[in-house]
């Protein structure tokens, strides 16, 4: 659950859930904008949504099948393979948001208030090997471009930082943004091979 406070100039506040998933050989740091309330997750990790297709992709480009990282029941996701895979290819996971406050009570990133961003600084001094971020959407992209000092590139590019980090823009992982599973995977894929 996400710890809520009450501010007085921004009233109530969330609190990031999860410390970063930074595996020893971390290659890339994947990062959205924040998790969705409590009540749409389906497991305690990233992407915990089971109408977003984060997994559905990394399932897609590891494994062949975007059901590859579900449980037999289909529904919902298999944390124990999710952990293993991304383990393996050296994926690392944050959001950029890390205190929020949501106008209109729901995930969408156009109203989420980013009351305080993750300190990127201090996340990556914690993954030596990590030179590449690539953000899961728009607001994501504007909230690293911003802690970078970089332009925001466009979709599927990726920009460089003045300390040499790789910047990439992927498509939005959410059921919302209008494009195929396919096509999302295809930008995730390049970024990958890239890496």
């Known amino acids: ?35 969705p309330g409590a009540h749409r997750w389906s497991m305690n990790f990233y ?56 106008l209109k009570g729901n995930a969408s990133d156009k109203y989420l208030d980013i009351i305080e961003p993750v300190d990127l600084k201090s996340l990556l001094a914690t993954m030596p090997e990590c030179h590449t971020i690539a953000t899961t959407g ?9 802690l970078t000092d970089t332009r925001v590139p466009k979709m599927g590019e990726h920009v460089r930082s003045e300390s040499g980090l790789d910047i990439w823009r992927m498509p939005s992982t959410s059921r919302a943004f209008p494009m195929s599973l396919e096509k999302k995977a295809e930008f995730y894929r390049q970024l990958f091979l890239h890496l």
Do not use: C
């Not at 609190?15 to 971390?26: G, N, S």
């Not at 579900?70 to 944390?79: A, C, H, Q, R, V």
């Not at 293993?84 to 948001?97: E, F, M, V, Y």
């Not at 728009?138 to 911003?146: D, F, L, R, W």
């Open 47 to 102: 992407y915990p949504n089971r109408t977003n297709d984060f997994w559905r992709i990394i399932g897609l480009i590891f494994h062949g099948s975007p059901s590859a990282l579900m449980l037999p029941d289909g529904k919902n996701f298999d944390l124990d393979k999710i952990i293993s895979t991304i383990t393996q290819h050296h994926i690392a996971l944050n959001d950029t948001g890390y205190k929020i406050r949501r």
């Open 1 to 35: 659950m996400t710890d809520k406070i009450l501010n007085e100039e921004y009233g109530e506040i969330e609190i990031h859930p999860w410390t970063a998933f930074t595996p020893e050989d971390a290659k890339v740091l994947i990062m959205g904008t924040f998790p």
């Open 138 to 146: 728009e607001k994501a992209a504007g909230v690293i471009a911003s």
